[in-house]
């Protein structure tokens, strides 16, 4: 997709939700342009110095460990592969993966994408030290650069929300996972704070049961929502989802 454009859906120009009522026979609905994508990219190119820190702060890095921990003790779930690639989609500073390394405690191959060239650098230094075999790129998820069916696992957290369309993040994710390969999820709920998210961010708010319609309208299956931490700010902000293609 042209990074000027906002897709279309059914001709009109794709927007993010923010409220919908009906009163009688009146139906009230608003919604808001999503960011173009190098609009996205500059925005987190600008925070990138300082994102792991905001992630630090507000708990993410555990909150995912605690996901992450929790998938992967499920025997429907379990990776049974010794050696696994796998993808971070929006890698940002790479917290996701670095989470996934610690629950998984072993080296796996990574390819980690983003739009953010400077989310990339900052992945790059914060996963230096790991025995992970990685290459990073810029790429959008809506458009991968990699054959179908090539990844044993497809982290991605807190990226899909920012697409005008989400079905279609949704869509080439699971083009690329292996028969059987796992999703790993997170997206940002409903919440005061999801509030505050889309209004700096122009990002979904996204309930349970409209996240779970994405993933199987996708094309997975054992799809499962799953709290996140207990009290940290990372559970008032979003869900994690897990799914098998
Ligand atoms: C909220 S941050 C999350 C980063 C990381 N996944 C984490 O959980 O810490 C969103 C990241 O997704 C990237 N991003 C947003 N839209 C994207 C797209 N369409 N394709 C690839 N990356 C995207 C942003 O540049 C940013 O690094």
């Known amino acids: 997709m042209c990074p000027e454009c906002v897709p279309k859906q059914g001709g009109v120009q794709a927007s993010v939700p923010v409220v919908s009522f009906s009163f009688r026979s009146w139906h009230f609905s608003l919604g808001r342009t999503p960011f173009k994508s190098r609009e996205l990219a500059k925005h987190y190119d600008e925070r990138s110095a300082s994102w792991q820190k905001t992630i630090e702060r507000f708990g993410f890095e555990g909150a995912y460990r605690h996901l992450i921990c929790r998938v992967l003790s499920q025997q429907r779930y379990r990776l049974d592969r ?3 690639r796998v993808l971070d989609a929006g890698i940002g500073t ?4 670095s989470a996934f390394h610690a629950e998984l405690g072993r080296g796996f191959q990574l390819d980690g994408v983003d739009i953010s060239e400077e989310m990339l650098r900052v ?3 914060h996963l230096q030290f790991k025995n992970i075999e990685k290459t990073l790129a810029i790429a959008d998820i809506t458009d991968l650069p990699y054959d179908d069916d090539c990844f044993d696992v497809v982290l991605v957290a807190h990226v899909v929300e920012h697409l005008a369309i989400p079905e279609t993040g949704f869509d080439e994710l699971y083009r690329v ?3 059987g390969g796992l999703l790993i999820c997170s997206m940002t709920r409903r919440s005061a704070f999801g509030a ?4 700096l961010w122009r990002t979904h708010q996204v309930g349970i049961s409209r996240a779970l319609g994405w993933l199987r309208g996708a094309g997975f299956r054992d799809v499962r929502a799953l709290p996140m931490e207990k009290g940290s700010a990372a559970r008032n902000c979003s869900i994690g989802y897990v799914g098998r293609k």
């Open 82 to 84: 010794h050696s696994l």
């Open 94 to 97: 790479g917290a996701m993966t």
């Open 123 to 125: 992945a790059s230094k």
């Open 177 to 179: 996972l292996k028969p």
């Open 196 to 199: 505050f998210v889309q209004l």
